[in-house]
């Protein structure tokens, strides 16, 4: 088995500032997606990276920035953060090429505090 | 992809009963995946059914898929106070990478 660490679990930060989320993952996998979900709705994509040096956005990119570091590392920026962006930040990995029946692994989350 | 912005679902039930949970999706897959969101965690993929299933079962769980209705269903019989989470379906249209979420339904199951 593998797991997917994500830090840190809860960020506080002042609107306008830069913030960065963190996501470490041993499983070996190619594919890393970060996800965000707001309290009491589903989640939306922000950004993946099929295998390592590629970053796709996803629907919800404006404000953020990504960076695949290496094959095991993913981590994401709020460029300015904002008080309507506090969320939870999920990060996620999968084998690529698996087609529909690729199942994600999810890490337990970070929890956006905007002040 | 507006998926996501939807309000989550509220059942409420006593252990023991049964509960179905329903999906409806507007992109063309022929695989549904459903997680499960423990509170604090992160969710966790429960059972995955393809196009030419129909039904697939796993323990309590029991998912459908119809894809002439783009619908698809889970149900849990006997549930426990442990089913309590949030289930969310999820699917990725074909040539994507991207799996898009369901707004999810927040199952609260009383002891």
């Known amino acids: 088995g593998g797991i997917i660490t994500q830090t840190p679990k809860f960020l506080i930060g002042q609107e306008g500032q830069k913030l960065t989320l963190k996501c470490q993952q041993n499983f070996n996998h190619d594919t890393m997606y970060w996800y965000r979900q707001d309290s009491g709705k589903g989640l939306r994509l922000i950004y993946y990276s099929i295998t390592e040096n590629d970053l796709q956005k996803g629907d919800l990119s404006e404000g953020y920035d990504a960076s695949r570091e290496k094959k095991s590392s993913f981590s994401l920026t709020v460029t300015s953060a904002q008080k309507n962006e506090m969320a939870v930040f999920l990060c996620?990995?999968?084998?690529?090429?698996?087609?529909?029946?690729?199942?994600?692994?999810f890490g337990e989350g970070s929890k956006l505090t905007v002040l | 992809s507006q998926w996501g912005e939807e309000n989550l679902q509220a059942l409420s039930i006593q252990e023991g009963e049964d509960v179905t949970m329903n999906c409806s999706y507007k992109t063309y897959t022929t695989v549904v995946q459903w997680y499960r969101q423990k509170s604090g965690k992160g969710p966790a993929l429960i059972i995955l059914i393809r196009s030419n299933e129909r039904e697939k079962r796993s323990g309590r769980l029991r998912a459908t898929l119809d894809t002439s209705s783009q619908s698809s269903s889970l149900s849990i019989t006997g549930t426990l106070a442990t089913d309590t989470a949030v289930y969310f379906c999820?699917?990725?249209?074909?040539?994507?990478?991207?799996?898009?979420f369901g707004s999810g339904t927040q199952l609260t199951v009383m002891p």
């Open positions: 999820a699917i990725r249209s074909s040539g994507s990478w991207q799996l898009i």
């Open positions: 996620a990995s999968s084998i690529a090429g698996l087609g529909p029946s690729g199942q994600l692994y």
